[in-house]
């Protein structure tokens, strides 16, 4: 193994200048691989962050995945007669026992729940009409499921809860009916009742929508608002390990029979989405590598073709072929291992450079800086395929150079 080595080492120095070339494609290939596939990977974790924090992981509304069976159907399934377009009773929409099942999904290892109460209602100040979004919340549960805490420019949550009559709304509403923390304005229900509500909070997301359309009340305040005394129409949480709401998700409605909806389910069409970018990334920045793959190929092909002679001294001095194939994977092995250890520290220089970009978007007054993946995967990642594409270079030129037969290239030397 040293003289295969020492033999590797010596063609390489030998040939410098193809050598350095061959080892720069390769650290150039791993340095893009990293800078690429960190920014990607970066937004993509990025993206799921946001949408994972500023929504729950799983929200148990008020309906079923299938409407139920009529009385009749139940009590004979296989009866001759069937009955069709029966109207079900009337009745009050809501998760019927909510507290029982409320705790029955806060006993779940690593589950946060809040009940919420939310329905359509119209806000009403100074001649001004804005139809919204009012949910009845517990403060102190909407603290662990939600950022809203952290989005609040004015008040708080718990100035919510010491306020029976109080109302928290959004920035754009806000500024919309020119309100501030202490404004009253006067709330309409679907069934013509009103009351008169002071602004206890005010808060941004950067969502304009959400921000215009969405307002907070005591969960005991919109039941009576909304004529839904004791009700509640849907439960949020939030989970210690967001991707395992699927598996959490499906359990709770098999044990409370409301459709309960993970936000991997929600964001299926996103997800299916963030999936192809991926794959065509790891395409592309692999392409970088395959290309300097070839390079490789082209160094040890001339080095197989100038040193035809030696090889043929070689096998006639007792070298098997494996020999001489181990002579040119390791070569590959060696320029495949200095060019990835060189591209990784170019790599960090490159995604350290990137994280410094400042961008401000148009219309936005914070600076968002270019978000970076560090995690070890793409690293190892990047090497292994590097080495990959390095020894598979090397290899044709090995299997060449260990099928030349000494006789015939002695005898065309003489």
Not at 267 to 283: C, K
Request: proline letters at 4%; charged letters at 20%; one cysteine or more.
């Amino acid at each position: 193994m040293t003289i295969t080595l020492d033999i590797a080492l010596a063609h390489l120095v030998t040939r410098r200048r193809q050598t350095l070339v061959s080892i720069t494609g390769v650290v150039l290939g791993v340095a893009f691989f990293l800078g690429v596939s960190g920014l990607m990977r970066g937004s993509e974790h990025d993206f799921l962050k946001r949408l994972v924090d500023n929504s729950p992981h799983i929200t148990v509304y008020d309906e079923v995945r299938q409407g139920r069976l009529q009385p009749a159907a139940l009590q004979w399934p296989d009866a001759a007669v069937q009955v069709h377009n029966v109207r079900p009773l009337r009745e009050t929409r809501g998760i019927r026992g909510w507290r029982e099942k409320l705790d029955f999904i806060e006993a779940l290892p690593g589950v946060r729940a809040a009940p919420v109460l939310a329905d359509a209602a119209v806000l009403t100040f100074a001649g001004r009409q804005q139809g919204v979004t009012l949910s009845g919340v517990v403060p102190q549960k909407m603290k662990h499921v939600t950022t809203i805490e952290e989005k609040m420019q004015e008040g708080s949550l718990d100035a919510l809860a010491a306020d029976p009559n109080g109302i928290i709304i959004g920035r754009g509403l806000a500024d919309k009916f020119s309100l501030r923390v202490g404004g009253t304005l006067v709330v309409l229900a679907a069934d013509g009742s009103s009351r008169s509500l002071r602004v206890v909070g005010i808060f941004r997301t950067g969502n304009a929508s959400y921000d215009e359309n969405q307002a907070f009340v005591l969960l005991k305040r919109a039941q009576a608002l909304l004529g839904r005394v004791n009700r509640v129409n849907r439960v949020i949480m939030q989970l210690e390990d967001p991707y395992a709401a699927q598996a959490v998700a499906q359990a709770i409605e098999a044990a409370t029979g409301y459709k309960s909806v993970s936000w991997i389910e929600a964001s299926e069409d996103l997800l299916s989405l963030l999936l192809v970018r991926n794959i065509i990334m790891f395409s592309v920045v692999a392409a970088i590598l395959v290309v300097a793959g070839f390079g490789m190929y082209n160094t040890i092909s001339t080095i197989v073709m100038e040193k035809t002679r030696d090889i043929a001294i070689m096998k006639s001095m007792g070298f098997h072929p494996r020999d001489l194939r181990r002579i040119f994977l390791l070569e590959g092995a060696i320029v495949g291992s200095s060019g990835s250890l060189l591209g990784i520290v170019l790599g960090l220089g490159l995604m350290r450079l990137l994280a410094e970009v400042e961008i401000r978007p148009p219309g936005v007054t914070e600076i968002v800086h270019l978000p970076i993946f560090w995690g070890g995967t793409q690293f190892a990642l990047a090497a292994a395929f590097a080495m990959l594409s390095c020894l598979a270079a090397s290899y044709l030129p090995a299997r060449r150079a260990g099928r030349l037969r000494p006789v015939d290239i002695l005898r065309g030397a003489t």
